[in-house]
Each structure stands twice: as C-alpha cells, then as structure tokens.
T-cell receptor, first 113, second 118 residues
C-alpha cells in the first residue's frame, strides 16, 4: 500500500495481559521501525528490521517485548505481561533505504489498566 | 546528554508570519541525517523535511526550509507565511549511521508546540 497501516487503532489491556500490535509497511520499503511515544512528547526507538531480519534492537525491553517481520505477513510487536508504564502510542514507520525519511503509521494507542 | 535539543516548548505566532523552530543536535558521527516531523492534535506523524550531513545546500520543501549550520550543530526549521493549519507539535529528529554504534532508529527532541493565531 501507499501508507503504513497499523492495527488496532486502540487497545485496552489489564495489567499482566498480552498485547499484540500489527504494522504493514509501505510496499517496497525494506526497513521497518517501531517507536513508543509516552506523554505526547517522548519518543523512544524500540527496534528496526531490514526485511525480516532484526537490524537494531537496542531500544527493546527484551524481557517482555518481542517483534517480528515475517515474509508476506504484517510485522508485529508483542508485549507479554503488560505493565501500567507500557501505556503509550506505538508507532510503526517504514523507509525505502536505511538513510531515507521514515514514513509513520497512524499509531496504536495502548492503555494498560 | 541530550542528543536532540528543542529549547522552545511552546510558541505563539501570528498568521502569515514566518516561524523559526530551533533544534540543536549532538553527535560524533560524521554521517547523519536530520528530520522534522509535524504531529497535529489528531496524532499522526507527518514527515516535513530532511537534511543529510553531507548536503551542501539547505533543504527546502514548499513553505518549509531547514537552516542547517553544521559547525554550530543546529538544524532549525523555518516555516514561511504561517497558516492556521500549521498549529501542531513539531519534532526534530536525527539518525546516525549504524557504523557509529548508535541506535539505528531516529532520536527525537521533546518537540515544540506551535500555535498560529489569527
């Protein structure tokens, strides 16, 4: 597609439950990125992929967060045993080349109660 | 230390005036890219403009231009002839080359909330 698609738009989970977010990058884009935006102005880079391979996961809290980008499937970000502090908007972005501008999806708002 | 610093948490500007949003960055990587994004109240992130560290000329995209001063490590966004629809949060971001060992993703500043007044 011509835009990055993210589903669901909103997700509500009780503390300790699992949350799974999906992202379809722009067709032809090889790089996918996940970001977490907390409090409307704090962005944190989580992980990036080059096609289905993890490129950089230095921002991922690995004990509870995992992500995949499999061929012919949307990319996914999964949070096991969510905590209150995971409440945020999660953005997926894609780019054609490593150094190009990243185009963002509309985001998934996760609320952990 | 902050990698991206946006010193203006909020700005009020009269419609049709030019606006300069400040951004300074910190990197030891010789190869990097600088980006500006707009985030309206609806929440989406809109790419505005990009400047590569080796680009000789300042980037321009319509009413947006980037005042790139490499020695000062600043990358200010200039919006000419501001419009009411320009009211939004504006984020400056940097991407360092992975060879520097830095994170591959964008590093964002804390943003500037721009309000255009009629």
């Amino acid at each position: 597609g011509e835009e990055v698609a993210q589903t669901p738009k909103h997700l509500v989970r009780g503390e300790g439950q699992k949350a799974k977010l999906y992202c379809a990058p722009i067709k032809g884009h090889s790089y996918v990125f996940w970001y977490q935006q907390v409090l409307k102005n704090e962005f944190k880079f989580l992980i990036s992929f080059q096609n289905e391979n993890v490129f950089d996961e230095t921002g991922m809290p690995k004990e509870r967060f995992s992500a995949k980008c499999l061929p012919n499937s949307p990319c996914s970000l999964e949070i096991q045993a969510t905590k209150l502090e995971d409440s945020a908007v999660y953005f997926c972005a894609s780019s054609q080349l490593q150094v190009n501008e990243q185009f963002f999806g509309p985001g998934t708002r996760l609320t952990v109660l | 230390a902050q990698k991206i610093t946006q010193t203006q948490p909020g700005m009020f500007v009269q419609e049709k005036e030019a606006v300069t949003l400040d951004c300074t960055y910190d990197t030891s990587d010789p190869s990097y890219g600088l980006f500006w994004y707009k985030q309206p109240s609806s929440g989406e992130m809109i790419f505005l403009i990009y400047q590569g560290s080796y680009d000789q000329q300042n980037a321009t995209e319509g009413r947006y231009s980037l005042n790139f001063q490499k020695a000062r490590k600043s990358a200010n966004l200039v919006i000419s002839a501001s419009q009411l629809g320009d009211s939004a949060m504006y984020f400056c971001a940097m991407r360092e080359s992975n060879s520097g060992g830095g994170a591959d993703g964008l590093t964002f500043g804390k943003g500037t909330h721009l309000i255009i007044q009629p």
